[in-house]
């Protein structure tokens, strides 16, 4: 699952992962479930693939992974999540006016019910510092997550979807992106 606030370009890191996993010989569904998705609203998209795929939906407690790209987004992924499965969460929180927003600490003690594996990633900050933009903090999560092989697809398969995914005035700075996550799979 991705989960975040529209305007992040969940939907552009749903065709990459699923255009990845064709490339790969696989079998894929995918589900966008956003109803008001106008920039800032909540949004999560469901992607499942392997040798043969009849849902598109993750059911409960079934997530092997939940890319985050807002911090107190995670929390509404917890119903799909196991104790083994993964959570990359993106250390960026945006404010809602009128409410209370989590903090970092809350979000992780709350999912640290759930599941033992999460990685709060300064993804924002570090493209900003390192692209001049935080806009690709998706594409660099993604790409983190084949590097580190915590997504079952090659890098090679990750990068050629991203290519053939993002318009070509934005391939260059999403492969640098994808670079950078390679830089940074170790750490």
């Given amino acids: 699952m991705i989960v975040g606030t529209g305007g992040q370009g969940l939907i552009t890191l749903l065709q990459v992962i699923a255009q990845a996993a064709v490339f790969s010989g696989l079998d894929v569904k995918t589900s966008e479930l956003h109803g008001l998705s106008q920039r800032g609203g909540s949004v999560e998209v469901h992607i499942r693939f392997g040798k043969k795929v009849y849902s598109p939906l993750v059911a409960k407690g079934e997530a092997d992974l939940v890319i985050a790209l ?35 600490e809350q979000v992780l003690k709350l999912l640290s019910g759930v599941s033992h594996k999460i990685e709060l990633i300064q993804a924002s900050e570090l493209c900003q510092k390192n692209l001049g933009t935080p806009v690709v903090a998706g594409t660099y999560l993604v790409s983190l ?33 994808f670079d950078l996550a390679k830089h940074d799979e170790g750490k």
């Fill in 70 to 104: 807002e911090t107190q987004e995670a929390l509404r992924a917890a119903y799909f999540a196991n104790s083994e499965t993964t959570f990359l969460i993106n250390k960026h929180i945006i404010t809602v006016p009128l409410q209370d927003s989590f903090t970092e």
């Fill in 145 to 177: 997550a084949a590097f580190r092989k915590i997504i079952p697809l090659k890098t090679e398969m990750v990068l050629r979807a991203i290519q053939k995914v993002i318009p070509e005035k934005y391939f260059e700075l999403n492969k640098k992106t």
